[in-house]
């Protein structure tokens, strides 16, 4: 069973809008990542978010986590068509065994 | 810099034959993983190791054997292959530092098992 569920599955946008990736997961993490993959390729670490914080910041990444909700949002900010890709969330539960479990992906293309 | 590698990249071979996936990295990471990509599952976990020596299950470990008699290697073996192993298969490492979360992935091997 897959720990995180991505919304939307697919998302087209025009260069320079805004992209907005939502997971959902289902049981308590020790902190939730964020991968991206371009088409053929591996998988990228993008971006971590621990338990206890609320709000990241990396470069025009924004991610928050509401741990209540069991949730969290990835946010692209003035898109790139270089930013077409797919996009994992990733649950870690045990930073003793590290293993990741992963939701199915949202799909964003940016039209330039 | 070669980082993590997969060989080969590309497989296509026979139900029943016994297929090995490789998998190397260069950075001495402690954790490696071997997980298996399909459309609409995202990334399964199949097997993990900790250290040399050390490995463990995962979510779809049927099917499947791994070792990992040397830190930098973790290759994945498919015993008998059947169809359902058609998949793409990427290998990835995390260092064991306590702070050091994240993982790094090879390019994937694509498997087509007729």
């Known amino acids: 069973s897959q720990q995180g569920e991505e919304d939307p599955q697919a998302l087209s946008i025009q260069e320079g809008e805004n992209a907005t990736m939502n997971c959902s997961y289902k049981?308590?993490?020790?902190?939730l990542q964020w991968y991206r993959q371009n088409s053929g390729r591996g998988l990228v670490h993008l971006i971590l978010?621990?338990?206890?914080?609320r709000e990241k910041h990396s470069g025009r990444l924004r991610v928050t986590l509401d741990t209540s909700k069991k949730s969290s949002s990835l946010l692209i900010t003035a898109s790139r068509a270089a930013d077409t890709a797919s996009y994992f969330c990733?649950?870690?539960?045990?930073?003793?065994?590290?293993?990741?479990?992963f939701g199915s992906g949202t799909r964003l293309q940016v039209q330039p | 810099d070669a980082g993590i590698t997969q060989s080969p990249r590309y497989k296509i071979t026979e139900t029943g034959r016994q297929v090995t996936l490789m998998c190397h990295q260069t950075?001495?990471?402690?954790?490696m993983f071997w997980y298996r990509q399909d459309l609409g599952h995202g990334l399964r976990l199949i097997y993990y190791?900790?250290?040399?020596?050390?490995?463990d299950k995962g979510e779809v470990p049927d099917g499947y054997v791994v070792s990992r008699s040397k830190t930098e290697n973790f290759p994945l073996t498919l015993e008998s292959a059947t169809r359902s192993q058609t998949s793409v298969y990427f290998c990835?490492?995390?260092?064991?530092?306590?702070?050091?979360?994240?993982?790094?992935f090879g390019p994937g091997t694509r498997l087509l098992v007729l």
């Open positions: 990835a490492s995390s260092e064991a530092s306590g702070g050091a979360l994240t993982q790094y």
């Open positions: 950075w001495s990471h402690s954790y």
């Open positions: 190791s900790a250290a040399a020596d050390i490995t």
């Open positions: 049981t308590s993490i020790n902190n």
């Open positions: 990733a649950g870690l539960k045990d930073t003793g065994r590290r293993a990741l479990t």
């Open positions: 978010i621990r338990s206890n914080e």
